[in-house]
Nanobody
Framework: QVQLVESGGGLVQAGGSLRLSCAVSGRIFSINTMGWYRRAPGKQRELVAGISSGGSTNYADSVKGRFTISRDNAKNTAYLQMNSLKAEDTAVYCC???????????WGQGTQVTVSS
């Protein structure tokens, strides 16, 4: 079994910061990509940020310059540093990983981020 556990969400005022973590555990050989997605009420899920096994990153235009994704391969953990948060960043943030040699996507349960204006 592979498990992804997100943490670090919460309630923060606009302009504040949060750091999300996604810890991967279980029978997993080698993680390929790690990514953060979010789903706001009434909206479709969207990619927030992704990071490859080599460290290449990509971001949604709406978070560029404010969010930073990183990963610690030794700990099988991804992070999302979120600065200058806005009310429109309010959503459930989920982590997704892909694994070398598999086409299956592994998802976490998500963590709520609420930004008050």
């Amino acid at each position: 079994q592979v498990q992804l556990v997100e943490s670090g969400g919460g309630l923060v005022q606009a302009g504040g910061s949060l750091r999300l973590s996604c810890a991967v555990s279980g029978r997993i050989f080698s993680i390929n990509t790690m990514g953060w997605y979010r789903r706001a009420p009434g909206k479709q899920r969207e990619l927030v940020a992704g990071i490859s096994s080599g460290g290449s990153t990509n971001y949604a235009d709406s978070v560029k310059g404010r969010f930073t994704i990183s990963r610690d391969n030794a700990k099988n953990t991804a992070y999302l540093q979120m600065n200058s948060l806005k009310a429109e960043d309010t959503a459930v943030y989920c982590c997704k990983v892909t694994v070398w040699g598999s086409s299956y996507d592994y998802w976490g349960q998500g963590t709520q981020v609420t930004v008050s204006s």
